[in-house]
């Protein structure tokens, strides 16, 4: 019995829920580099600037992307097994631009950075994540 191929086609970024309700967009997405916008308003906490939280979950979420693209194009697919952020500058106001560049493309793990920057491109926050590859079910 001959295994069936695997779809080795560049998978392509769906917004989940909590990206739309972000405001997220896609401007780019390729296994080199995934970028996103994002409005600050809409995702600031009490004091008036970005959420922490929110810039965790842009960052996450196109770190992940980028490792799922790159899993795609063996077959696979990614999960997210650690991230980690350091906040350096805030912002109340404007579009942050959200890059995901790998560090490491495996082909069991991923390592990603993702910078955030705002509209005159100074670094925001700089995320750091690590996927792992797993082959796709069904």
Known sequence: MT????NTEPWKITLGELDEKMGVKIVEESVERVVATMPVEGNRQSFGLLHG???LAVGEAVGSWAAVIHASTLGK???GVDVSATHHK??????ITITATPIH??????THEVLITNDAGQRLCTLR???LLLDRKG
Do not use: C, F, Q
Request: proline residues 8%; hydrophobic residues 30%; charged residues 15%.
């Open 77 to 79: 697919t990614a999960v």
């Open 90 to 95: 805030s912002a109340r106001e404007g579009i």
């Open 105 to 110: 493309l495996g082909g069991t793990v991923t």
């Open 129 to 131: 994540i690590t996927n």
């Open 53 to 55: 939280g929110a810039s």
């Open 3 to 6: 295994p069936e191929p695997r």
